[in-house]
């Protein structure tokens, strides 16, 4: 989703404001990711906390990655929504993408293994966790 905002962006809104479709483009990138996290806190983590209780550390700093990805998606709401300058909201994105890339490669390396082990016995996340919507 990040990368489909970016291919919103192109040498005239990088010198002008933002698109109708970049917005809509960012607003969805926080809208989903927003969701999803939310899902994780609510579910998945507690679930983790209660099956895993070793995982406590690696839990909490996923929870600190959330509130901070939280934080960016919000500024960047406000860039888009201010109709700030295309190349702000592409720093922007690109601080984005940089935290999510790690927090996933961080969620991955601790976490499939065990989940695809376990099963996910007893963890209970709305549909919409699975399918990004």
Do not use: K
Not at 14 to 24: F, Y
């Amino acid at each position: 989703m990040l990368d489909d905002a970016r291919e919103g962006l192109d040498a005239t809104v990088l010198a002008a404001s933002l698109t109708d479709d970049l917005v809509l483009r960012c607003r969805a990138v926080c809208t989903v990711l927003g969701a999803h996290h939310r899902d994780e806190d609510a579910g998945l983590f507690p679930w983790l906390r209660r099956e895993f209780p070793d995982l406590g550390p690696v839990v909490d700093r996923l929870e600190q990655d959330h509130a901070m990805i939280g934080s960016l998606l919000s500024g960047l709401e406000h860039l888009v929504g201010s109709g700030a300058p295309g190349a702000l909201v592409v720093q922007h994105l690109q601080g984005v993408d940089a935290v999510m890339e790690s927090h996933f490669r961080y969620e991955e390396r601790e976490l499939v293994g065990l989940l695809d082990d376990s099963d996910g016995a007893g963890l209970v996340l709305p549909e919409r966790f699975w399918r990004g919507e």
